[in-house]
């Protein structure tokens, strides 16, 4: 259901896991700002995805997200990772 959905606002719902995005395989814009958020993941099956906003979540693995960023098989163009409690544990 909702194949053809391009645009998803998820702000402000106190979501603890991204999943069940599976099918939503044409999105391209996702706001999950503001959630509680702790891994990004979830997002692999969103090729279309151009924009995603992720601010002011829960993440603080830096090494494990920017490796699973790099894994996505698509055309990221706008990232917002702010107000992340992020640690940095590499080299």
């Known amino acids: 259901h909702l194949v053809n959905l ?4 998820l702000s402000f719902n106190q979501i603890d896991k991204i999943e069940n995005l599976d099918t939503l395989v044409k999105l391209t814009d996702l706001s999950l700002y503001d959630n509680c958020v702790k891994k990004i993941e979830g997002l692999n099956k ?3 995805l151009k924009v995603l906003s992720f601010g002011k ?22 990232l917002n990772m702010a107000d992340n409690p992020f640690l940095f544990t590499g080299n």
């Open 57 to 78: 979540n829960k993440v603080s693995d830096l090494d494990a997200t920017i490796q699973y960023l790099k894994d996505l098989k698509n055309n990221m163009q706008v």
């Open 46 to 48: 969103l090729t279309y």
């Open 6 to 9: 391009t645009w998803l606002d």
